[in-house]
C-alpha cells in the first residue's frame, strides 16, 4: 500500500526529473514568469554563454515593477526604470518571448496576470524572480520565487535544482466576522507565529474558511506565505478553483478542459498523510487587522494596544521592537485607532485584483475622501482597470475624491515613481512594511483593502466594522 501523501509531496514528486541522496532534486517547472527587475542578469549569462531560452512557450514576460502609473503612453522619466524595462523588450526581442509590455491589454502585477489569463493551473510547478510568487498557489500548485541565477538556470533548461522543504498545515475554520476578509486572515495568523514562523516549510492551508473563500481571497492568503518565511504557500483545488478557470484565454478549453477538471480533482492531500507542523486557529478570533512595525509579523487587532516591551514573549525582541516603533514614530501601549495618515494606497500583487476594488468601492461609494489624505488605487492589471471601468468603479472612485491610476506594482516597492514621502504615514493594502519599503523614510501600515477604504474616508486609522452597515 503507498503511503498517504500530502498534495505539495504529490505535486512534488510528479516533477523531479532527477533525485540523488544528499543532492537538491531537478524539478521541472511548469511555467516561469519573468520581469525586468530579476531577469537583465539571466538574459546575461545566457548570452555569454551562447545558448538560447530552452522552452519560450513555458515563458511568460511582462513589465511591472519599474513602470510608471501615470501616462504610461509617454517615456519612463526615471532613468534606472526607463533603462529595466527597455533592457527587458531588447533581451525579449532577442530570445523571442513575448513581453506583455505597458500599453499591451495583458500587462500587469505578473502574479495578476497568470491567474487572470488562465496560464496558472492546479498542478503545476510555477517559479518567478520575485518572493510573491506563492501567490499562484491559491491554485493548487507548488509556485515560489527564485534568485536571478536560478531565473538563468530555469531559462537555460526549464528545469531548477531545490531541495525539498518541510510541509506546515495552516488550518482555519468557521465563519469570518463582519469586515473581515482575507488580508486579515493571513496578517492575523502571521501575528500569531511571526515573520519567521514558517521557515523552512512550505504551507497548506485548509479548513472551513479556507474553503469558503474566492480565488482572489486566497490568492491574499498564499501570497503573503512568504512574510511569514515560508517557500510557498498552496490551497488543494475544489469547484471554485474550476469555475475561475474555465473560459480564461489561454486555459484549456471545452472537452480537454472538463478532462483536466477529471484530474485536478485527485489534487487533495491523503487521508493520513504527515506534515511537518500542524497549525489551527478560529475564525471568530480574527478581526480587522493593521501592522504597527516594520515587518509583517508586528500585527495587532485594530482595536488592541501595541505591546509594550514588558509584554515580548523573546527578550531578544526588544532591541528590534523598540527600533521599530522608533522608526514608525509610536509609542509602545498605545492604540492605532484614530491615528491620522496621509496617504492611502490600494494596490499591489496581494490586493488589486477586481474583487479588491469592487470592497472598496462597497465602502465608499457615496463619501468622499478626507480632505487631507491622498488615495493612489492602482489596479493589478489592464484588464482589472478595464473591468472596473465597465463597472462604473471608476465614477465612484473620482466621485470620492480618489486616483485611478494604471496598472503596475506602484507604491508597493519605492523602485518605480510612486513613492510615499519621507514621514509620511501610509496605510497600504500592499504585502511589506520594512523601513523604506514604499519610499525612503516612509511609514506603512498594512491592512485590508476594507480597512485602507474606512481609513481614506474618516482620515484616520478607522475600525472598519463602524462603516460597513452605514
Not at 474558511?209 to 498564499?222: D, G, K, V
Amino acid at each position: 500500500m503507498n503511503k498517504p501523501k500530502t498534495l505539495f509531496d504529490k505535486i512534488w514528486d510528479a516533477h523531479v526529473v532527477k533525485q540523488k541522496e544528499g543532492y537538491p532534486d531537478a524539478l521541472f517547472i511548469d511555467r516561469h514568469f519573468i520581469h525586468e527587475v530579476t531577469s537583465p542578469q539571466a538574459f546575461d549569462g545566457l548570452r555569454k554563454r551562447g545558448i538560447p531560452v530552452f522552452n519560450t512557450s513555458r515563458t511568460t514576460a511582462t513589465a511591472d515593477h519599474n513602470v510608471p502609473t501615470k501616462d504610461q503612453h509617454l517615456p519612463i522619466r526615471e532613468a534606472l526604470s526607463r533603462h529595466q524595462v527597455e533592457t527587458l523588450r531588447k533581451n525579449c526581442a532577442e530570445f523571442g518571448i513575448e513581453l506583455y509590455d505597458l500599453g499591451h491589454p495583458f500587462q500587469g502585477i505578473v502574479h495578476i496576470i497568470g491567474p487572470e489569463l488562465g496560464l496558472t493551473l492546479p498542478g503545476m510547478t510555477i517559479v518567478c524572480g520575485d518572493s510573491h510568487t506563492s501567490t499562484h498557489g491559491a491554485f493548487g500548485n507548488i509556485a515560489f520565487g527564485i534568485g536571478t541565477s536560478e531565473v538563468e538556470q530555469v531559462l537555460a533548461t526549464q528545469c531548477i535544482l531545490q531541495h525539498k522543504p518541510k510541509t506546515m498545515r495552516i488550518e482555519v475554520n468557521g465563519k469570518l466576522g463582519k469586515g473581515v476578509v482575507a488580508k486579515d486572515i493571513i496578517l492575523y495568523i502571521i501575528s500569531k507565529i511571526s515573520a519567521s514562523g514558517a521557515t523552512g516549510y512550505f504551507v497548506e492551508y485548509a479548513g472551513s474558511t479556507i474553503e469558503s473563500l474566492s480565488m482572489e481571497a486566497r490568492m491574499t492568503i498564499c501570497n503573503m506565505s512568504i512574510e511569514m518565511g515560508a517557500r510557498g504557500g498552496l490551497i488543494a483545488p475544489d469547484d471554485t478553483t474550476f469555475n475561475y478557470i474555465r473560459g480564461r484565454r489561454f486555459a484549456p478549453q471545452g472537452e480537454a478542459f472538463e478532462k483536466l477538471v477529471e484530474s485536478w480533482k485527485l489534487l487533495k492531500t491523503d487521508k493520513d498523510a504527515a506534515y511537518d507542523n500542524v497549525l489551527t486557529y478560529d475564525a471568530a478570533d480574527i478581526a480587522p487587522m493593521i501592522t504597527y512595525g516594520t515587518n509583517p509579523g508586528m500585527g495587532i487587532r485594530v482595536t488592541d494596544r501595541i505591546p509594550t516591551t514588558e509584554e515580548l514573549k523573546e527578550i531578544n525582541e526588544k532591541t528590534s521592537f523598540t527600533k521599530s516603533l522608533e522608526y514608525m514614530g509610536l509609542e509602545p501601549g498605545s492604540t492605532l485607532l484614530g491615528k491620522p495618515v496621509d496617504y492611502v494606497f490600494i494596490g499591489s500583487c496581494t490586493n488589486a485584483r477586481i474583487e479588491d476594488l469592487r470592497l472598496v468601492a462597497s465602502i465608499v461609494n457615496g463619501k468622499q475622501k478626507s480632505p487631507n489624505v491622498e488615495v493612489w488605487v492602482v489596479p493589478g492589471s489592464k484588464q482589472v482597470e478595464e473591468q472596473a471601468r465597465k463597472e462604473g468603479l471608476d465614477k465612484i472612485f473620482e466621485a470620492a475624491g480618489f486616483e485611478l491610476r494604471s496598472p503596475g506594482c506602484s507604491a508597493c516597492l519605492g523602485m518605480n515613481e510612486d513613492k510615499i514621502p519621507a514621514g509620511k504615514y501610509c496605510i497600504s493594502t500592499s504585502n511589506r512594511n520594512f523601513e523604506g519599503r514604499q519610499g525612503p523614510k516612509s511609514r506603512t501600515f498594512l491592512a485590508s483593502p476594507l480597512s485602507a477604504a474606512a481609513a481614506a474616508i474618516t482620515g484616520r486609522i478607522t475600525d472598519v466594522r463602524e462603516l460597513v452597515d452605514k
